[in-house]
């Protein structure tokens, strides 16, 4: 064989002279550490989500399981078309959601800025200022339905004592105190949640711009508009929404306190759900109305961010 043949065999093509890429190990940890926790939030988030659109669509009664079958879009039209319930009990959500988290922000803003003070035993009050919001909600019921009784409750002889009333009340089996009654007992709950988060960020204003308010001449109201809720803007935007979303589907409080009652006074959306889907059986009818309650809230949230063109802080 001629020398230039045997060249020719032993020349090594431009593919065979890559080295081979060998599989890189240390790319895939990262995602090994976040996978124990992605099949959490699947397991226990997405599922159950997934599972509540499913039976929506479903007739699934556990009172009448022979009826059981395909539904389709059935259990919307006739939640918009024929139950009596739905839209009272959406209004009564309404109320619920703009007084709590309307008196909310206003009381909690108040008690942001007077525990922002510099005062003896500021630790101290700041502590036991945020006790509500850390006792639960099952607690903070039983406390208040005690306060609330009608012939041992502390609030009738309060008002009793300072000549408001002249008998005994039934706060929570009145149709007219019940729903201001469960109100009270909220915003002693909720108030902290803002008051904790907006002195948070009070904290984190800079003095000089107080102090050019004041060169300019503003006084405390001044400065309060045009200085303090601009810094604010983003956190109470926030707070905001999660309490909005927390209110509309809070049950725990309403449902210890008066169970949606008297005469459905206090039955708010997330009340109804329960009552047709635990004490009703009715899973396939409380997943239609979960996912409506779901859509409010999505839509709410996307406008509301758009509306008050929340800004992301960066760095």
């Known amino acids: ?21 060998k599989f890189k190990t ?3 940890i990262p995602y090994l550490f976040i996978l124990p926790s992605t099949l959490m939030i699947v397991a ?6 997934g599972t509540v659109f499913y039976y929506s669509l479903q007739n699934y009664n556990l009172a009448a399981p022979f009826y059981d079958s395909f539904a389709g879009f059935d259990n919307f039209i006739k939640i918009f078309t024929e139950d009596k319930f739905f839209f009272p009990s959406l209004l009564t959500t309404l109320k619920w959601v703009v007084s709590q988290v309307g008196l909310q922000l206003i009381f909690g803003m108040i008690a942001a800025i007077l525990l922002n003070k510099t005062f003896k035993f500021r630790g101290l009050v700041r502590a036991a200022a945020f006790i509500p919001w850390a006792i639960s909600g099952v607690l903070a019921s039983v406390m208040w339905s005690l ?22 009340q039934a706060w929570l089996a009145n149709s007219s105190t019940a729903f201001i009654s469960v109100v009270i007992a909220e915003l002693w709950r909720g108030i902290p949640f803002f008051a904790i988060t907006l002195l948070a960020s009070l904290q984190s204003i800079p003095e000089e711009l107080y102090e050019a308010a004041r060169v ?20 109470i935007i926030l ?28 039955t708010t959306l997330t009340m109804y759900i329960a009552k047709q889907a635990i004490h009703g059986s009715n899973f396939g009818y409380g997943s239609a109305l979960t996912v409506i ?23």
């Open 1 to 21: 064989m001629r020398l230039q043949e045997k060249l020719e065999l032993n020349v090594i093509s431009p593919e065979q002279s890559k080295p081979r890429k």
């Open 26 to 28: 240390e790319k895939w």
């Open 44 to 49: 226990f988030l997405f599922y159950p989500i």
């Open 147 to 168: 306060m609330y009784n009608e012939h041992m409750g502390v609030i009738n002889d309060m008002l009793m004592r300072l000549g408001i009333i002249h008998e005994n």
């Open 216 to 235: 300019d001449g503003a006084g405390r109201w001044k400065s309060f508009i045009f200085v303090t809720l601009p810094q604010l803007k983003n956190t």
């Open 239 to 266: 707070t905001t929404l999660l309490r909005v979303i927390w209110e509309f589907n809070n049950v725990d409080l309403i449902f210890n306190l008066t169970g949606g009652g008297p005469a459905g006074s206090t």
């Open 293 to 315: 309650s779901f859509g409010i809230l999505l839509i709410f949230a996307i406008g509301y961010l758009k509306i008050t063109r929340f800004e992301r802080e960066e760095g």
